[in-house]
């Protein structure tokens, strides 16, 4: 099976987008061209998410690849894509590589609820790959959502989830415990679709139809899409 690498300052082959699904592409630190990389405006989005079929979405690719073929590796400074066939077994991959929580809710939110998130972070990947860029985007650059729990504890979340903060196809960012000596509040480690009645559907690792808090974080922040 082929395998290319392509990073910054490195001249991609001519049609390297073009290849076989059947071949694996890693895309590191890959940078957007000059023409995509403007700012944001109302033509580039849509204010019309379709809830249902950003859960249909999650639902058909909890376990697999989304359907622009790429999975995020590693996010950050090491951010790298691994293309691959469109619904294949994510779960075969070693999850400590696996870094494509954010980048499956992009999809859901963009691809399957209609919601136009702009620029990407890494082409040819959809949406942003970072919970917090995916914060940005939607609550201060596209202004579609705004946050209706900060930073809360399971308990306090599953209170203002019985009182409805969130309905099916918003979004809930996951807190980096936080060590006594060095706090690192307002830094998300994991993003999940919600799908209604406290359950969520995400990547890294993969789940869907179970509890909000059976991911192992110590708070979370709850995001309302308007």
């Not at 940078?31 to 249902?52: H, I």
């Not at 590589?97 to 939110?109: A, P």
């Not at 691809?111 to 919970?131: E, H, N, Q, T």
Request: hydrophobic share 35%; charged share 20%; with cysteine.
């Amino acid at each position: 099976m082929n395998q290319t690498v392509l990073a910054d300052g490195v001249n991609r082959p001519r049609g390297w987008l073009g290849r076989g699904m059947s071949d694996n592409v890693f895309v590191t630190s890959a940078q957007l061209p000059d023409k995509l990389t403007g700012a944001l405006s109302k033509e580039n989005m849509t204010m019309a998410y379709n809830r249902e079929s950003a859960c249909q979405y999650a639902w058909k690719h909890w376990n697999t690849v989304c359907d622009d073929g790429c999975v995020a590796m590693n996010n950050g400074q090491k951010s790298s894509l691994l293309k691959l066939p469109a619904g294949s077994d994510i779960t075969q991959l070693p999850l400590n590589n696996q870094d494509d929580c954010t980048h499956f809710v992009s999809c859901c939110i963009g691809k399957g609820g209609g919601l136009l998130l702009g620029l990407w972070d890494m082409f040819p990947a959809y949406g942003v790959l970072s919970p917090d860029r995916l914060l940005k985007r939607l609550t201060t650059e596209m202004q579609v959502a705004r946050v209706v729990g900060q930073n809360l504890a399971a308990g306090d979340a599953t209170e203002k989830l019985y009182k409805g903060a969130l309905q099916r196809g918003d979004v809930i960012l996951y807190n980096i415990p936080q060590p006594s000596d060095r706090p690192r509040i307002g830094i998300y480690s994991h993003a999940a679709l919600h799908l209604g009645y406290g359950k969520i559907a995400c990547h890294t690792q993969c789940r869907c139809g179970v509890d909000f808090d059976g991911v192992r974080f110590t708070t979370v922040t709850l995001l309302h899409i308007a």
